[in-house]
Nanobody, 121 residues
Framework: QVQLVESGGGLVQAGDSLRLSCAAS????????MAWFRQAPGKEREFVAN????????KYADFVEGRFSISRDNAKNTVYLQMNNLKPEDTAVYYC??????????????WGQGTQVTVST
């Protein structure tokens, strides 16, 4: 069993930055692939970014456009999502997940409860 707890969301203005964190339980965190997804109101949940167990491989959704960066600290069992130049369309609940290295939801078995990010104009 893996437990994931996200934090760091909030209300910011367009152009601001936020760093989301996801703390994971489990002694084998360093072997997990980790990912961030998001779900905006009225929309399906979508892939944002993922990172392999060592941090050597990352992948981003096209809409990130170089604004977001995923990273991990295996010593702290934590994965991060640094989000810069936020836009109103980035408003969503952001979820972290662990599973296989893929961009589809069904590849990820464990999910956090989500953290709300709201970007105002």
């Amino acid at each position: 069993q893996v437990q994931l707890v996200e934090s760091g969301g909030g209300l910011v203005q367009a152009g601001d930055s936020l760093r989301l964190s996801c703390a994971a339980s489990g002694r084998t965190f360093s072997t997990y692939t980790m990912a961030w997804f998001r779900q905006a109101p009225g929309k399906e949940r979508e892939f944002v970014a993922n990172i392999n167990w060592s941090g050597s491989t990352t992948k981003y959704a096209d809409f990130v456009e170089g604004r977001f960066s995923i990273s991990r600290d295996n010593a702290k069992n934590t994965v991060y999502l640094q989000m810069n130049n936020l836009k109103p369309e980035d408003t969503a609940v952001y979820y972290c997940a662990t599973g296989r290295l893929a961009t589809t939801e069904n590849a990820y078995r464990y999910w956090g409860q989500g953290t709300q990010v709201t970007v105002s104009t």
